[in-house]
């Protein structure tokens, strides 16, 4: 069999529930505990390093606000991509993704927006303006609250939510392009890309290795933290179809009494 054949194989075989349940029992552990040793290794590097003669010893705040701004981003694209799975391949598994991812992603937009502010007030001289990067960050938090609260309004009708769901993912999807190229298209208080750039990085790399170990760290935790999401949001579906079977069968007990 060829090796693309393989591979779509494979990943069709993560669409049965039970053998996805099983690998993320494989995997988890490990995810873990590999993110605890990077998240160590991490903060060993963010306070070995000296501050910055501008900014002193705040700079240690960007080791958290990059890469949770980074991965308030990224949540959303693989929510895209899952909305994606739902509306063109429907696969079992790609709205259990988005439900689970969108929690997750709130979240790392508020520190996101929690740790911007706290290192804005002494760079910036405030704690908050209302520019195009800061705003459309706000925007897609508020995207993530929407979502939430869909879900849990129409939890009675999963296939209905998924679809509608999946719909809104792909509108809102048009923030994400905003909010990467905001400092390029208008006028604000965010410097440019300074790490991934085509010319190399521009930040120096005493704070550049502690920056990447974080990085690495907050998405190894994030996959970690999905897949347990996406195992106990098939749990409680599996669960919920549990429930209803029992209610008709003690329904029609009591019609036939």
């Keep these: ?15 049965n529930p039970t053998r996805f349940l099983a690998l993320v029992a ?7 505990g590999l993110t605890l040793c990077l998240f160590a290794f991490g903060l060993y590097l963010s306070f070995a390093t000296l501050g910055d003669y501008q900014q002193g010893e705040t700079v240690r705040i960007m080791y958290i606000h990059v890469p949770a701004a980074w991965l308030s981003m990224m949540c959303y694209s693989v929510m895209a991509v899952s909305a994606l799975g739902t509306l063109v391949w429907r696969h079992p598994l790609a709205d259990v993704s988005a439900k689970a991812a969108a929690p997750l992603g709130a979240c790392f937009t508020l520190i996101a927006l929690i740790t911007g502010s706290l290192w804005g007030k002494p760079m910036w001289g405030t704690w908050w303006v209302w520019d195009a990067r800061l705003t459309s960050v706000f925007v897609l938090f508020l995207m993530y609250l929407g979502l939430i609260a869909l879900n849990r309004a129409m939890a009675d009708d999963p296939t209905r939510a998924a679809k509608v769901g999946a719909v809104l993912i792909l509108v809102g999807f048009v923030n994400i392009p905003i909010i990467k190229f905001s400092v390029e298209w208008w006028n604000t208080l965010h410097q440019p890309a300074s790490v991934v750039r085509l010319d190399g990085p521009t930040i120096d790399p005493e704070f550049l290795r502690p920056l990447m170990v974080m990085a690495v760290a907050f998405t190894l935790f ?13 749990l409680r579906r599996r669960i919920s179809v549990l429930r209803r079977h029992a209610a008709r069968a003690v329904g029609r007990e009591g019609s036939d009494a």
């Design 26 to 32: 494989l995997l988890w552990p490990w995810m873990a």
């Design 222 to 234: 994030f996959f970690t933290l999905h897949v347990l999401a996406m195992r106990n949001e098939i």
């Design 1 to 15: 069999m060829s090796e693309p054949s393989l591979a779509i194989r494979k990943f069709s075989d993560l669409a």
